[in-house]
């Protein structure tokens, strides 16, 4: 039984440039989120898909970020124009969706740092 | 609205016990707690809906207190491996992304 994965593990970019990351959830998940996590604070949701649609984006999420899951199965996160404020943990959870539950079980995430 | 976590950390002997508290502005449908270590991704431990009840495995128990919007962690006789930084998520509704506290840091001293 597998858990989420995340790829790449670490990414280290220069200011500017684009970047993406994957996730892959529990194969009978079909709840997929996106959360971000800086140094010294719990981790902050960024958006959420059911199945391949895309059902809830948070504030945070600025038109710089833009998430997929086009085939309801792995998702990914790409940011276009880094920024130094981008740095962080990106994480990824999935979860069932029966039995009126949210359960989210989190993947090991993507370290950013942005040069 | 951030649920507000206390305390803000714990130093405990092995074997102690300890209680964290998650409180919350809105009405809540759902309490989940996690633990993460240094550099790794947060661990689910359980899940507590709407109702009031309790929860729990092996000395690890929750409870969930709808109308005062409380949860409370009950971690007893604490093990050295217990020690991390507790989060708790809200969610109030059945599919919404969580919103997490600030954490508690848990040390366990041998």
Redesign the interface.
């Given at each position: 039984d597998t858990g989420v994965s995340q790829d790449p593990r670490h990414k280290i970019t220069k200011r500017g440039q684009n970047v993406t990351f994957r996730c892959d959830p529990i194969s009978e998940h079909n709840?997929l989120?996106w959360?971000r996590q800086t140094l010294?604070?719990?981790?902050?949701?960024?958006?959420?898909f059911?199945n391949e649609a895309q059902?809830?984006k948070?504030r945070l999420l600025s038109d710089r970020f833009s998430a997929e899951r086009p085939k309801g199965s792995f998702s990914t996160l790409e940011i276009q124009r880094t920024e130094q404020g981008d740095s962080a943990m990106y994480?990824c959870a999935s979860g069932p969706?029966w039995g009126?539950?949210?359960?989210?079980?989190?993947?090991?995430?993507t370290r950013l740092t942005v040069l | 609205q951030q649920p507000v976590q206390s305390p803000q950390a714990v130093i405990l002997r092995e074997g102690e016990d300890a209680v964290i508290n998650c409180s919350s502005s809105k009405a809540l449908y759902s309490v989940h707690w996690y633990r993460q270590k240094h550099g790794e991704a947060p661990v689910f431990l359980m899940i507590l809906l709407k109702g009031g009840e309790q929860k729990g495995h092996d000395k690890i128990s929750a409870s969930f207190n709808e109308k005062k919007q409380q949860s409370s962690l009950y971690l007893t006789a604490s093990q050295l491996s217990y020690s991390g930084t507790y989060f708790c998520g809200t969610a109030g509704g059945g599919a919404d992304g969580l919103t997490f506290g600030k954490g508690t840091h848990l040390i366990i001293q041998p």
């Open positions: 709840r989120y959360y010294g604070q719990g981790p902050e949701f960024l958006t959420y059911q059902l809830e948070s994480l969706s009126g539950i949210n359960t989210q079980y989190f993947g090991p995430g | -």
